[in-house]
């Protein structure tokens, strides 16, 4: 019922920046909480950030406090991942994902995931 679509991905070097964009479609997208998680290669999914309805409340992994935002704008049907002082162990591929409900930290209790975008840092 729900489509996303992540983009902004890329190859940035050490200290950095990068803007991740997701594109939702098929409902309406003020209902739903959105997130962002990463993996790397060999490693589990890992949660990254999370808004809620309407962009009160947001969430955000330790490792990436201070360094990255997490935005949506509703009328866009969009969500955004503004990411600073990029990292090399920052190196994953990044997926948004959206939930009928409040936003969590756990990826099993999202319903709806995009295709992933590659964001690669060199040192």
């Known amino acids: 019922q729900v489509q996303l679509v992540e983009s902004g991905g890329g190859l940035v070097q050490a200290g950095g920046p990068l803007r991740l964009s997701c594109a939702a479609s098929?409902?309406?997208?003020?209902?739903?909480?959105m997130g962002w998680f990463r993996q790397a290669p060999g490693k589990e999914r890992e949660f990254v950030a999370a808004?809620?309805?309407?962009?009160?409340?947001?969430f955000y992994t330790d490792s990436v406090k201070g360094r990255f935002t997490i935005s949506r704008d509703n009328a866009k049907n969009m969500v955004y991942l503004q990411m600073n002082s990029l990292k090399p162990e920052d190196t994953a591929v990044y997926y948004c994902?959206?939930?009928?409900?409040?936003?969590?930290?756990?990826?099993?209790?999202?319903?709806?995931w995009g295709q992933g975008t590659q964001v690669t840092v060199s040192s």
């Open positions: 994902a959206a939930r009928g409900g409040f936003a969590t930290r756990r990826g099993h209790e999202y319903d709806y």
């Open positions: 098929g409902r309406i997208f003020s209902m739903y909480a």
């Open positions: 808004i809620n309805w309407g962009g009160g409340s947001t």
